[in-house]
């Protein structure tokens, strides 16, 4: 139950699961803490929100259930493509997304305004930034951003983000990012930074942005909680002290909703003799589902493998192979298997680098193979090979060669496992639903006393 003496929790995702799934289990965690929530974002996950008891309202115009495979919406590698994307998924949706944070606002304000009401805020929501910038409305008494993505901000020694290049080692690198920065920032972003400005304008913001969209946002909050640990992060030693590490979701942590039913073939994988064989997982998660990218590869690659089980996520509820695909003896394919029941027993897990996938992966101390060039891919696979966790196949249409050398150099090389169990014991020392809840009791405090 609530209490009244908390303040009141306002949550904003955009609406696509990748990005709303880990806001859904903040939001499960502030709940059970005794915090009353409110959820903003697509239609589609009200159920999802009200069983756990939130208030939810649904976002209302451009983009409110957010297709990433829509023409218009799927970053390319080409960096033109991504600055069109930004500015079509994040920059344009703002104005239906300032006026249902203004619905809200005004109602809890009304429902008691001693109450302080703090925003946690989705990374890649750009609404809150309108009244930051001196839009009309009312404003939260304190934001908090989520960084759901690999931390987006700039930062001497990196290069920009997207194409997923490891940091500067040398001083000639070094010299490269700068100038590589200094034209994405000038050139490519100047599309969305100019949109952001004029929608805003026509918003009543009186001030304009100085830096791209997202680092604008991040430098924007009062607090910006990266949702990983340190050691999957690049260093930055020009961050802004506002910019804190929560250890991610750990294991157990996710919000599952209703029970899930796992595939008839579950147990027999699990429990029977052939356990002792190694089991090799692969899932493209909920976007990506053409699955001759990485599934179905996979599958092929280990067609012939005596020792090695694969186990195949089609990351969809109904889902199904093509028909004339042939299943090899050794493997099993399920339709939807929440990743924290899979990876408990995988040994290599085969992805096409979505932060959230990632995440799970590190939490059960399990190596992983990123093949993935599209949305922030690059940028996971980048990290995971900066930190010594897996193999980055820099390509999302691996050959079954190409992946079966990637696996086997995972299986047969135990750094990888030890590197991923650090990772995992690391993740441990962290809670990152109190580490929120203590941001949102801190800077509860301090707009009161201001």
Same mark, same amino acid.
């Given at each position: ?5 908390k ?22 965690g502030?709940?059970q ?102 839009? !009309?409305?009312?404003? +939260? @008494?304190? &934001?908090?951003?989520? $960084?759901?993505? /690999? ?5 001497? *020694? ?47 913001a ?29 260093? !930055?030693?020009?961050? +802004? @002290?506002? &910019?804190?590490?929560? $250890?991610?979701? /750990?294991?157990?942590h996710?919000?599952? *909703? ?48 005596g ?23 050794n493997?099993?394919v ?6 924290? @029941?899979l ?13 959230? *996938?990632?995440q ?12 993935g060039?599209?949305?922030d ?74």
């Amino acid at each position: 139950m609530a209490q009244l003496s908390k303040p009141f929790v306002l949550i904003t995702s955009m609406p696509a699961m990748g990005h709303y799934a880990p806001m859904r289990a903040i939001a499960n965690g502030l709940i059970q803490r005794g915090y009353e929530v409110t959820i903003l974002t697509g239609p589609r996950y009200r159920e999802s929100a009200e069983e756990m008891g939130a208030t939810f309202v649904a976002l209302g115009g451009h983009l409110n259930d957010l297709d990433f495979n829509h023409p218009k919406v799927l970053p390319k590698p080409r960096p033109e493509m991504f600055a069109d994307a930004i500015t079509e998924a994040f920059v344009k949706a703002i104005p239906d997304q300032h006026e249902g944070m203004q619905h809200i606002l005004r109602s809890l304000h009304d429902k008691d305004p001693s109450r302080p009401i703090v925003l946690v805020n989705e990374c890649s929501f750009l609404g809150p930034l309108a009244t930051t910038f001196g839009a !009309r409305g009312l404003r +939260p @008494d304190a &934001i908090i951003a989520i $960084g759901i993505v /690999p931390l987006v901000l700039s930062s001497a *020694g990196l290069a920009p983000f997207g194409p997923g290049l490891p940091p500067a080692t040398t001083s000639e690198e070094q010299g490269r990012y700068a100038v590589m920065r200094t034209h994405w920032n000038e050139v490519i972003m100047a599309l969305p930074r100019n949109e952001f400005d004029r929608i805003l304008g026509t918003m009543g913001a009186t001030k304009k942005t100085q830096h791209n969209v997202f680092d604008t946002l991040i430098l924007s909050v009062d607090r910006f909680l990266q949702m990983c640990v340190p050691s999957l992060e690049y260093p !930055r030693s020009d961050a +802004p @002290d506002s &910019i804190r590490f929560t $250890g991610g979701l /750990p294991r157990g942590h996710r919000y599952r *909703g209703k029970e899930v039913q796992l595939p008839d073939w579950w147990k027999t994988v699990i429990t029977s003799p052939e356990r002792k064989k190694r089991i090799v997982a692969v899932a493209q998660g909920t976007v990506q589902l053409d699955y001759t990218q990485l599934v179905m590869p996979t599958l092929t690659a280990f067609a012939d493998v005596g020792d090695v089980i694969t186990v195949a996520v089609l990351g969809k509820h109904g889902a199904s192979l093509p028909s004339d695909f042939v299943v090899s003896a050794n493997a099993y394919v399920g339709d939807y298997i929440p990743y924290d @029941d899979l990876l408990e027993h995988v040994d290599v897990f085969v992805t096409n680098g979505g932060y959230g *996938g990632f995440q799970h992966s590190m939490s059960h101390g399990v190596p992983i193979v990123i093949g993935g060039t599209t949305e922030d891919k690059p940028e996971v696979a980048a990290r995971a090979e900066w930190a010594g966790v897996g193999v980055n196949l820099k390509t999302d249409r691996p050959s079954a060669e190409q992946i079966r050398t990637a696996v086997m150099e995972v299986l047969e090389h135990p750094k990888y496992k030890a590197r991923a169990l650090d990772i995992e014991k690391e993740m441990q020392t962290y809670d990152p639903i109190q580490i929120i809840a203590d941001s949102v009791e801190e800077l509860a405090k301090s707009a009161k006393k201001l």
